[in-house]
């Protein structure tokens, strides 16, 4: 069992920035790979990163490539999300999740609770 709890995220303006944190707890978290995922109103969960178990694989959604950067810290059980350069259109809950290395939901096991991320204009 692995719980998942996302911190980090806030109201801030076009062209700022925001790091996004994901404590677990559970004695397996490096075994996991771990994915963030967002939910804008109305639309569906979507990818937005993912990072293998040791922290040497990562894939972005095109849509932040450049912009965001995952990485872990498996002595902390923390995966992280670096945001810079927002955009409106990153206004969502942003979700982490522990399963393998995918690009898609079904492939995670575990999921956090989400934190609120609102890009101004």
């Known amino acids: 069992q692995v719980q998942l709890v996302e911190s980090g995220g806030g109201l801030v303006q076009a062209g700022g920035s925001l790091r996004l944190s994901c404590a677990a707890s559970?004695?397996?978290?490096?075994?996991?790979?771990m994915g963030w995922f967002r939910q804008a109103p109305g639309k569906e969960r979507e990818f937005v990163a993912t990072?293998?178990?040791?922290?040497?694989?990562?894939y972005y959604a095109d849509s932040v490539k450049g912009r965001f950067t995952i990485s872990r810290d498996n002595a902390k059980k923390t995966v992280y999300l670096q945001m810079i350069s927002l955009k409106p259109e990153d206004t969502a809950v942003y979700y982490c999740?522990?399963?393998?290395?995918?690009?898609?939901?079904?492939?995670?096991?575990?999921w956090g609770q989400g934190t609120q991320v609102t890009v101004s204009s």
């Open positions: 999740a522990a399963g393998r290395l995918a690009g898609i939901t079904s492939e995670y096991d575990y």
């Open positions: 559970g004695r397996t978290f490096s075994s996991y790979a």
């Open positions: 990072i293998g178990w040791r922290g040497g694989s990562t």
